[in-house]
């Protein structure tokens, strides 16, 4: 299950991740007035925001659309020759949709979609960010100034699909794309997969598929953003609650991952996590870490279980929402 | 209700709390090796102990019982006319038991039961702390060293008990002892009083009074020991685990009182929280904070409820669940 | 040395602290834009604040001056007989100034002067803040809510004022309003006393007396906010750098009062300390802890030395600034 | 400068450092008692430790030596070609001394040493670590359990060595090793290059080079482990502290590469640092951060300046200690 050859990594990293959304205006101030992004740029229905530690142009794209979900996620590769050996990879299986000029701040940039739907492409050439006088840090190394607004959140770190097929799509990402995987949950005596966490870099996993309990296809379970501490995740709670935005979970530790996380509902209903802890993985000959039904419990490591909501809700919502997770905070109804 | 009229500061703090285990070995290795607690003296069936910042000669007694459950509860007077003044007044309720040379390091004591069964005593007299060599601190103002073994508690700061009136203890407390109230879960159109907070000077709180469900008396919600960070508790949470002991709830935040909590069972099965965080009360006319059924919720600002056995188990336990909690992780009924 | 017998525990807490500043605007956005804190309230050249945690209408008053340094610093009394208490006992030394109808928010207040000339008052009434919808938190027992912005200070905590004389100034706090006294620098065999630290409550010290190495009187060495976590310190750090704030010393650890410490001059000049750890202090008998030449260093329990200026430099500044500290962060001179 | 052409990621990361000391026995105090670190083996005159999240056997070897300084800096290859290129491109520069089977708990390994004369050498084959009963984590994916016994650092990060010639090892680095440049201190517009900082993967530096202002070779600056959060850092200062060891620098913060730094020596006098925060990179085109004289400072970002020592020490010491550091905390000479 290890499809590590002398592969080159050709993916760098995730470069950017679009959010559709039926509250675009209302997303736009959870993302900036309550999480501390910065918008740097609007073109159609879209605004484009960046974390203060992103080195990009823009690592979030907000788009208005009728219903919540996962629009295009784009992942940067090492080299222009990384992008071309990719993009002929990718070509080979059929799922190819060809090259763009690129979206905001990036260069030619090669479409497809993932087994089970998702929109992706692979670029290689980006527009770094500049920060205006305003927005400069005192840090040389630091892309654009701490502002210290809301969460502040520092950068994107990763998200979470949901699939029909687990494996399919886990497969796919190894093949084609050179993930390594890192954890895995399955099910009945190993025969049924219910999750995958994958990265081409020591960061624990930059995606990870989960099993669609509704059978549905292309939808998003979580998008997540770094901050630097575990305290700051706490401090991201109560800010999150002054501004009556439901928590479905967290502030807590995952057992996979040992992840630290703060599930919210952005007003467009997308399931965002602010995320800090979890390890690097630096070993070249990782043995995935594979939980079953007993080991994984509902994936905490302390106290309490996570909500059913957890399993159930993705987006776009594909239920009259009898899932629809319940809050006794004055909140949004995401429906 | 609020029944201070120009009544001196005559309780200084908690003392010490005595607490009663069926595991009196494993119940040292929870306090001493996982909570790293001091151990300073042995007497009859009881280990006295203390955290590294009490100033006292010892601030926990463990105590081998049949049952679980909490002994004798000591308060600290501020002056020994102070003591005086509560015992005549404690004398005058007919709840008083008389005077005692005192426990370990402790001088004269009063010793009484509050209205529900409750065993403590007042004193004033008492051993400062004198570390031995091996446990100097290198910091002039610090009683103790800091060892950095296991959670590391500081030093106890409050308990819990349940009683089958809470307003009658509550008032006790008041009028015979001069606590002040800060806040209460009132249900019922206020008919209904659940739970009330009280102390006597800005700690928000140094005891709880809390409904037993079960009817019974005499009994121990939690015991509670202070670290200094929020990311302790965490850290707490960590090496609870590790050493398998079963965490009831936490590490979150409660809404009233706003303290960050972390309730485990020690291993004689009394509730044990590791706490920080909350806030102090400066305001001399501080209007005690009312909490209904909708606004309590079940007690916390963030994320998940707490578990039913937060309610309905104390110890000793009233039921015919052997009282034991069960550890190692995969959880515990305590029915 | 020790004032205490039965007094009354008449002063409550730091009510208010007066801030004179030649650049009234430039503090106010410090105060307000940097450290968090709410604006409530606009008299004469007088600007109001307050910390999202303080209770009352106001805890810190911004005053267009010539000079930087310290106005009124107001006490409020436990009740209102403890406030005739006191008053009577002050007006008895020949200190008093009389009453006044109070300030923003306050009743009837007592005026006069600490033995080196420090403008203080006593208060009783005081209203409560009450926050408008906008600011009303989701936590009722806090007074307003976490907003997020910059360091977000919660409280105040404490002042330091230099002094000619300092066992002057703090034998009359101890003896007219009750102060008790929790550690001294005492050098030259004990005859120096340098400093002494003072508290009313449990608190490790609400106000502190620093000899003025230049001989001046009525200055002011810091005021200090407090931060619930040291974290949240050392993210104050940052964002005060990024400001192009002049940090003078730390985050870092006093050996007295275990202070974790950051201070920089707000734009006015004044020593600002941004604030967390210490510990509380709750025997009644507690002896105070004295530090000589060789065990108080330059204060510090880690790491750097203070810098000289945190010796020499108070407001307003006496000399031709030949103690100025220098930033090579490009920042302001407050001369 | 930048070297990178398709270079395969060759070196997965710092595998091993070897510490030499003229204090066997209170260096390996220091490391198991007081750090936390686990011994796992003893061999000839060395001890072989690890932190409780390598997931390797060993990842610091302790050898009794006459004097202080580091020994043989081991590499772990991605592959087993990659092992074989690596050892094929230095075999070229003459710098190669040629096979061993490797020590405890790793296979062949190709040894060299760098332009100045530091002992490396690169293995793929790794005996991963498994944890004996007492010491099983109750996480899956955590090698060994979280003891919570001192300051308990998490693994092996990076470390700083000291070179005559910074250019031509970082330059070897780059070509032979295939690292990349990350930052630089470039004083003398740009001639003189006093640091230089490189990775092979996201984490900002395994390795630095400084220049040895004393003008020796083969000598550490410093080696450093993880700890989680910045309040771990904290923590361990006090527990440093506690312990009589002698803390050089911080708690507190780089500029360049943003590391919130804790340096203390260890009783065979090598400089150690315990360190969390930094940042991770993640472009391909990272344009390494060049600071010149102005905006390096002394290296912080925050406060204080590094002492003198920080420049002028290293191990083995090569004075008659006229650069020492003094300590007014009771302490050891190292020399």
Chains 1, 2, 3, 4 share one sequence.
Not at 61 to 75: E, F, Y
Not at 150 to 159: E, F, M, S, T, Y
Not at 265 to 289: H, K
Request: aromatic share 12%; hydrophobic share 35%; with cysteine.
């Amino acid at each position: 299950m290890t499809y590590r050859t002398e592969l080159n990594q050709d993916i760098a990293h995730l470069g950017n991740v679009e959010l559709l959304t039926p509250q675009p205006e209302r997303s736009l101030w959870y993302f900036k007035d309550v999480l501390g992004m910065e918008e740097v740029h609007v073109q159609g229905g879209s605004v484009y925001l960046r974390g203060y530690g992103d080195y990009a142009a823009s690592t979030l794209k907000l788009t208005a659309a009728p219903r919540a979900g996962v629009g295009c996620i784009s992942w940067r590769a090492a080299s222009p020759e990384a992008l071309q050996r990719r993009a002929k990879a990718i070509d080979s299986t059929g799922l190819g949709l060809g090259w763009s000029d690129g979206d905001f701040g990036r260069g030619a940039s090669y479409r497809f979609r993932d087994p089970d739907g998702h929109l992706m492409e692979i670029y290689y050439e980006e527009t770094k960010y500049r920060a205006p006088d305003a927005l400069r840090s005192t840090l040389k190394n630091l892309p654009q100034k701490y502002i210290g607004r809301g969460a502040n959140v520092r950068r994107i770190d990763h998200l979470a699909v949901l699939a029909r097929d687990v494996a399919a799509n886990r497969t796919f990402m190894q093949k084609h794309l050179g993930f390594r995987l890192r954890e895995q949950v399955l099910f009945e005596n190993g025969q049924l997969e219910l999750g995958s966490w994958l990265s081409t870099v020591p960061t624990h996993h930059q995606i990870a598929y989960v099993k669609d309990v509704k059978g549905a296809s292309g939808r998003l379970h979580h998008f997540s953003l770094w901050v630097d501490n575990r305290e700051d995740v706490l401090r991201a709670a109560d800010i999150l609650v002054e501004n009556g935005i439901f928590i479905e979970a967290g502030p807590s530790k995952h057992n996979n991952s040992q992840g630290f996380y703060l599930y919210s509902y952005e007003p467009g209903g997308n399931r965002i996590e602010i995320y800090s802890g979890s390890f690097l993985v630096f070993a070249p000959d990782w043995e995935p870490v594979l939980w079953n039904e007993e080991e994984r419990g509902t994936g905490v490591y302390w106290g309490a279980e996570l909500p059913e909501s957890f399993i159930n809700y993705g987006t776009p919502d594909v239920t009259n929402a009898p899932s629809a997770p319940k809050s006794n905070i004055p909140v949004f109804d995401p429906y």
